[in-house]
């Protein structure tokens, strides 16, 4: 049975700057099929997944070998880590997430690491946008940038390639 969506909080619809998601568009070298957890007003993929379509039921986000973008509702991003697994391991489905950067020792962490190959930790604390698309104030968190494609570094799964990323 799928999961009921929660009641969206404002604070959860926050954008990823379109600046930082084409810098990792461009320096990644991937095209995006999907956004995985966006609105009308915040997606930054033609196609997205809202809350009402609801990310976290087991529906394919895309077709295998695809990539999605996910900027996580960060009050949810455990349910949303178990997704991305999900999604990686079960439909083939890459991801490229943001997440704060300052939960390394939490339990979710630990999940999404043994199949990210990339974490990226951008030098300045990203600036998110709010709902209304203005640009917000710096958050009291830094934020980090996790590539979920299960790519063995060193023939070793879970033994991500670490980099502080200056996008600016």
Known sequence: MPRLPNKAKSSDEW??????FAVLQKKLGINFRVDAAATAKNALVRDYITRR??????APWASRG?????????????????????????NGIRTVMIAPGHR?????FGKVLAHTSIVLFPVKRVRYNRPD?????????PS?????????????????????????
């Open 133 to 141: 698309g203005t640009k917000a104030n710096s958050p009291t968190f």
């Open 104 to 108: 390394c020792e939490q339990a979710w």
């Open 66 to 90: 695809q990539w999605a973008w996910l900027n996580p509702p960060f009050s949810e991003l455990s349910d949303f880590v178990d997704a991305v697994v999900h999604q990686y391991v079960n």
């Open 15 to 20: 954008q990823t700057p379109p600046e930082l």
């Open 144 to 168: 980090m940038i996790l590539v979920v494609d299960g790519f063995e570094c060193f023939g070793v799964k879970g033994f991500p390639v670490v980099r502080v990323f200056n996008w600016r």
């Open 53 to 58: 379509q609801d990310a976290l039921s087991r």
